[in-house]
């Protein structure tokens, strides 16, 4: 199933992330401890789609991130994006927990775990069975199960035909703010909300006429659909504290500007600046501040890998330029 971003540090921001799933035995429709709610609400199919908006990059799920020996670089821009292969689901196991945008996953919700599209950031999937489609708000990341490429939420795997079957052949088209008229216009209409009878009045005073019934009157009533969940994406702000990555250090203001050019030429995985601080006689080139250890030794080994480099995790401290 899905799982959280930054190697365990996003991994235990989302529940997914954690430790995959086995699947039902002999080869069941979810996973075995996973599933669907212990009550569907008869208005699943009514649950309007995700409408994408302009939203801020998330400041930290969207780094390079490493699951099960795998390293992943998320997307940060506005490119683009289409691929297809098979949608799972995720259910009432991680129905209320937080997601890698550190908002509270919600069954009911129409989003989605994506291993590389940016969070938060929105996607059309079709159904390539029968054409249905949905658009979900990608808040995020996962699957990491072989050959998924995108984990749906409860309402959308119901509302794209595979929650019963557990998964299916989609495509996934990233679509953005500036689609969502198109998309609204090509939507098909919401399924029809039965007819509710409303009790028959009292008879009127006086015997009814002989050979007639009572009239009975029968109004329609359309049920108000869903509204759609409110969700804000935390843009989480520089902290003075946590951990930096020093990846040199110079007497020279000069030659830390240089060296901090260079490197960043050479790591065009990598979405964040790098910064020049001074502290004294030294001016050091660093990145950060990330919040937990592992955060930071995950990028510092992506790094490693790619440089030669071995950067030097240390604690924040004033700094000035």
Same mark, same amino acid.
């Given at each position: 199933?899905?799982?959280?971003?930054?190697?365990?540090?996003?991994?235990?921001?989302?529940?997914?992330? &954690?430790?995959?799933?086995?699947?039902?035995?002999?080869?069941?429709?979810?996973?075995?401890?996973?599933?669907?709610?212990?009550?569907?609400?008869?208005?699943?199919?009514?649950?309007? $789609?995700?409408? /994408?908006? $302009?939203? /801020?990059?998330?400041?930290?799920?969207?780094?390079?991130?490493?699951?099960?020996?795998?390293?992943?670089?998320?997307l940060v821009n506005d490119d683009a994006y289409r691929e297809r292969g098979l949608a799972s689901w995720y259910g009432r196991k991680f129905h209320g927990q937080k997601t890698s945008s550190g908002e509270v996953y919600d069954m009911f919700a129409m989003t989605a775990a994506h291993k590389t599209l940016p969070i938060p &950031?929105?996607?059309?999937?079709?159904?390539?069975?029968?054409?249905?489609?949905?658009?979900?708000?990608?808040?995020?990341?996962?699957?990491?199960?072989?050959?998924?490429?995108?984990?749906?939420?409860?309402?959308?795997?119901?509302?794209?035909?595979?929650?019963?079957?557990?998964?299916?052949?989609?495509?996934?088209?990233?679509?953005?703010?500036?689609?969502?008229?198109?998309?609204? &216009? &090509?939507?098909?209409?919401?399924?029809?909300?039965?007819?509710?009878?409303?009790?028959?009045?009292?008879? /009127?005073?006086?015997?009814?006429?002989?050979?007639?019934?009572?009239?009975?009157?029968?109004?329609?009533?359309?049920?108000?659909?869903?509204?759609?969940?409110?969700?804000?994406?935390?843009?989480? $702000?520089?902290?003075?504290?946590?951990?930096?990555l020093q990846l040199g250090a110079f007497s020279s203001a000069e030659n830390a500007v240089a060296f901090r050019d260079r490197v960043a030429g050479e790591l065009p995985w990598l979405h964040e600046p790098i910064e020049v601080a001074g502290a004294g006689a030294l001016h050091r080139v660093r990145l950060g501040p990330y919040?937990?250890?592992?955060?930071?030794?995950?990028?510092?080994?992506?790094?490693?890998?790619?440089? $030669?480099?071995? /950067?030097?995790?240390?604690?924040?401290?004033?700094?000035?330029?």
């Amino acid at each position: 199933m899905r799982g959280p971003a930054l190697v365990l540090v996003l991994l235990l921001a989302a529940a997914c992330g &954690s430790t995959p799933p086995k699947p039902a035995p002999g080869g069941g429709k979810y996973y075995a401890d996973d599933g669907p709610p212990e009550r569907v609400p008869d208005d699943v199919a009514a649950i309007p $789609d995700a409408v /994408p908006r $302009d939203e /801020p990059y998330h400041r930290y799920a969207n780094r390079p991130y490493t699951v099960f020996g795998r390293t992943y670089v998320p997307l940060v821009n506005d490119d683009a994006y289409r691929e297809r292969g098979l949608a799972s689901w995720y259910g009432r196991k991680f129905h209320g927990q937080k997601t890698s945008s550190g908002e509270v996953y919600d069954m009911f919700a129409m989003t989605a775990a994506h291993k590389t599209l940016p969070i938060p &950031s929105y996607a059309k999937v079709t159904n390539l069975k029968d054409g249905r489609s949905v658009v979900v708000r990608v808040n995020d990341r996962g699957p990491f199960h072989e050959g998924r490429v995108i984990d749906l939420s409860y309402a959308a795997a119901a509302k794209l035909g595979i929650a019963g079957p557990g998964s299916g052949p989609v495509e996934v088209e990233r679509v953005f703010a500036r689609d969502a008229m198109r998309l609204a &216009s &090509s939507a098909p209409p919401s399924a029809p909300v039965p007819a509710a009878p409303l009790p028959a009045p009292a008879p /009127p005073p006086g015997p009814a006429p002989a050979g007639t019934a009572p009239p009975v009157v029968t109004a329609l009533v359309q049920a108000p659909l869903p509204k759609p969940a409110t969700v804000e994406t935390p843009v989480v $702000d520089r902290e003075p504290g946590g951990l930096y990555l020093q990846l040199g250090a110079f007497s020279s203001a000069e030659n830390a500007v240089a060296f901090r050019d260079r490197v960043a030429g050479e790591l065009p995985w990598l979405h964040e600046p790098i910064e020049v601080a001074g502290a004294g006689a030294l001016h050091r080139v660093r990145l950060g501040p990330y919040r937990t250890r592992e955060e930071a030794e995950a990028i510092a080994d992506k790094i490693r890998r790619t440089l $030669d480099l071995a /950067p030097l995790i240390t604690p924040a401290r004033p700094a000035t330029r």
